[in-house]
C-alpha cells in the first residue's frame, strides 16, 4: 500500500493486532489519532500512517506487558517529550508497572514523569578506557626500563 494513503482503521488494528474497538476508542479519546485522516463525522476514515502504526504498536506491547491504560496514557505522553515522534530511537525497559526509557546514555522513569533519572555506563567504553590506559601503561614501564637499562 502507498505509504502516503495510509491504512483504513481495520487494516491499521489487523497489523498492530488489536480490535478496530480499541483503535476506536485510542482515537476517540486522543491516545493515537490518525495523522493522516481523523473521522471529521458519520461515513468518514480514519487514515493511519507508518508512524502511527509503530505508536500504536508501542501502546499494545506497553498493555500487553501488564500497564493499565491509564498509565500507558503518562508512559505514551512522557516517551514522546523525550524522543519526540520517532520512538522507535529509544528503548523501553518494563519491570512490573515500572517503565524506564533508555534514551543513549540515559535512564528516565516515564511512569514518574522523568523522575530518577539515571546515567547508564557503556560497558563497551569502560574495556576500551581500560585497554587505552594498560595500553599507555605497559609503553610508560617500557619506557622506564630502556631508560634504566640505558644509564646502568
Same mark, same amino acid.
Given at each position: 500500500m502507498d505509504q502516503e494513503? /495510509?491504512? =483504513? /482503521?481495520? $487494516? !491499521? !488494528? #489487523?497489523i498492530v493486532g488489536i480490535t478496530y474497538r480499541q483503535l476506536d476508542y485510542w482515537a476517540r479519546t486522543d491516545l493515537v489519532r490518525p495523522s493522516i485522516a481523523d473521522a471529521s /463525522? +458519520?461515513? =468518514? @476514515? @480514519? @487514515?493511519? +500512517?507508518? #508512524?502511527?502504526?509503530?505508536e500504536l504498536r508501542m501502546i499494545k506491547n506497553l498493555l500487553d506487558a501488564g500497564i493499565r491504560l491509564e498509565t500507558v496514557r503518562d508512559v505514551f505522553a512522557n516517551v $514522546? +517529550?523525550?524522543v519526540g515522534r520517532d520512538i522507535t530511537a529509544a528503548n523501553l525497559v518494563i519491570s512490573g508497572t515500572q517503565?524506564?526509557?533508555? *534514551? /543513549? &546514555?540515559e535512564l528516565v522513569d516515564v511512569v514518574r514523569r522523568g523522575q530518577g533519572v539515571l546515567n547508564v555506563l557503556p560497558l563497551a *567504553?569502560?574495556? =576500551? &578506557?581500560?585497554?587505552? !590506559?594498560? !595500553?599507555?601503561t605497559e609503553m610508560s614501564a617500557r619506557r622506564s626500563h630502556t631508560v634504566a637499562a640505558s644509564t646502568a
Amino acid at each position: 500500500m502507498d505509504q502516503e494513503q /495510509g491504512h =483504513s /482503521g481495520t $487494516r !491499521a !488494528a #489487523q497489523i498492530v493486532g488489536i480490535t478496530y474497538r480499541q483503535l476506536d476508542y485510542w482515537a476517540r479519546t486522543d491516545l493515537v489519532r490518525p495523522s493522516i485522516a481523523d473521522a471529521s /463525522g +458519520s461515513g =468518514s @476514515r @480514519r @487514515r493511519y +500512517s507508518y #508512524q502511527d502504526l509503530l505508536e500504536l504498536r508501542m501502546i499494545k506491547n506497553l498493555l500487553d506487558a501488564g500497564i493499565r491504560l491509564e498509565t500507558v496514557r503518562d508512559v505514551f505522553a512522557n516517551v $514522546r +517529550s523525550y524522543v519526540g515522534r520517532d520512538i522507535t530511537a529509544a528503548n523501553l525497559v518494563i519491570s512490573g508497572t515500572q517503565v524506564v526509557l533508555c *534514551n /543513549g &546514555e540515559e535512564l528516565v522513569d516515564v511512569v514518574r514523569r522523568g523522575q530518577g533519572v539515571l546515567n547508564v555506563l557503556p560497558l563497551a *567504553n569502560v574495556k =576500551s &578506557e581500560i585497554d587505552e !590506559a594498560m !595500553a599507555v601503561t605497559e609503553m610508560s614501564a617500557r619506557r622506564s626500563h630502556t631508560v634504566a637499562a640505558s644509564t646502568a
